[in-house]
């Protein structure tokens, strides 16, 4: 990469901020050497944390903010009382052009309210989406809508679509990546109204576009596509119920490993092989949900990560904004021909 790009980071959000973003931020700056950060936040308690990581201060610029956005906040109350909060100043820092997107693991709802009103939607969006991407049998699988909008019409299940496709080709580099509708059945009768729809629209869409058809659930682990579209209500439940029962997994694997010394001893000569599948499946590599849709790169980071979870975010919004996603999302849009009066087009 070498453009030099800057990122503003919510210095503030997360259960374990400021320090958790420095050392995200520090972990970052050695990934990616042509990135600077705009950091947003208390200063008396960010430069402690900067002396102590010089190199990372030297690619630091710390703007003040005395506000923050709490965890329990509503959106419409952060929208009123938050104009001069860490997370509202990166956000417009991004819609300023002063940097090319913004990271924060703050408070998901303020973060997309504040983000939809700062930086709009992008020209053909009429709703944005929040995705994720996560380990499957044969690599990794996108998903959107993870929780932004509980009730999706064709419309937005079909941009939801476009989206999601120009992520996985341009920033995972899959050539062309395949799509699926998330249903209760695989069948063309199955599903609501809605669904179906959307399934016709994509099938007999102009866009270079590889449409698989519905997925069910257990499709989402064995990737059988690369980008999954479903609606916030099903997404969010989906995604926490997987992350349930990889949690339940490691602890049942745990206690079988602590049953007797034999099983210790059946640990101990399968320790490597285990590491390895907790090195695949461990959620910090996939730290990172993208705000698609949005006027501006955005990138929301899980709120209980650490220093090593945040770099990836932070690689997540260098990843977009050095592949100009918007842009790409922009060009597939118009072949739409559906333009919102509500969004604007500017630059992200």
């Known amino acids: 990469m070498d453009a030099r790009l800057t990122i503003a980071l919510d210095a503030m959000g997360g259960d374990k901020a400021p320090q958790m973003v420095i050392d995200g931020a520090d972990i970052a700056r050695i990934r990616y050497p042509s990135v600077s950060f705009l950091l947003f936040g208390d200063e008396q308690r960010l430069a402690p944390l900067l002396d102590a990581k010089p190199r990372l201060k030297a690619a630091c610029t710390v703007v003040h903010a005395e506000e923050v956005v709490t965890g329990d906040a509503k959106p419409s109350v952060a929208l009123r009382t938050g104009r001069r909060s860490s997370m509202r100043l990166a956000i ?33 969006i009429s709703r944005p989406a929040i995705a994720s991407f996560f380990p499957t049998r044969r690599g990794e699988t996108v998903m ?14 079909v941009q939801f679509a476009v989206m999601g496709e120009v992520f996985a080709r341009t920033v995972l580099g899959l050539q062309q990546p ?28 102009s866009l270079p576009i590889q449409f698989h058809g519905f997925v ?98 932070v690689g997540v919004a260098v990843d977009m904004a050095a592949n100009r996603i918007n842009d790409k999302i922009r060009d597939e849009l118009a072949g739409l021909g559906a333009t919102p009066a509500n969004s604007q087009a500017a630059t992200g």
């Open 92 to 124: 417009e820092a991004v819609r300023e052009g002063q940097a090319a997107g913004v990271v924060s693991a703050g408070n998901t709802g303020a973060l997309m309210a504040m983000s939809v009103v700062v930086l709009r939607t992008l020209a053909g």
């Open 216 to 313: 069910e659930g257990d499709d989402i682990g064995a990737g059988t596509v690369d980008v999954v579209v479903t609606d916030g209500f099903t997404g969010n439940i989906a995604l926490k119920t997987a992350e349930g029962t990889a949690k339940l997994y490691a602890e049942f694997l745990r206690g079988a490993f602590r049953a007797s010394w034999l099983a210790q001893l059946g640990y101990l000569l399968a320790r490597r092989g285990l590491n390895k599948v907790r090195k695949r499946t461990d959620p910090r590599r996939y730290n990172g949900a993208m705000f698609l849709g949005v006027n501006g790169i955005v990138v929301k980071s899980h709120g209980g990560t650490d220093g090593f979870g945040f770099a990836n975010a």
């Open 144 to 157: 959107l809508d993870l929780g932004a909008n509980i009730e999706c019409d064709v419309d937005n299940l």
């Open 178 to 205: 395949t799509i699926g509708l998330l249903n209760v059945g695989a069948e063309e009768l199955k599903g609501h109204e809605e669904l179906r729809l959307a399934a016709a629209r994509l099938r007999a869409s």
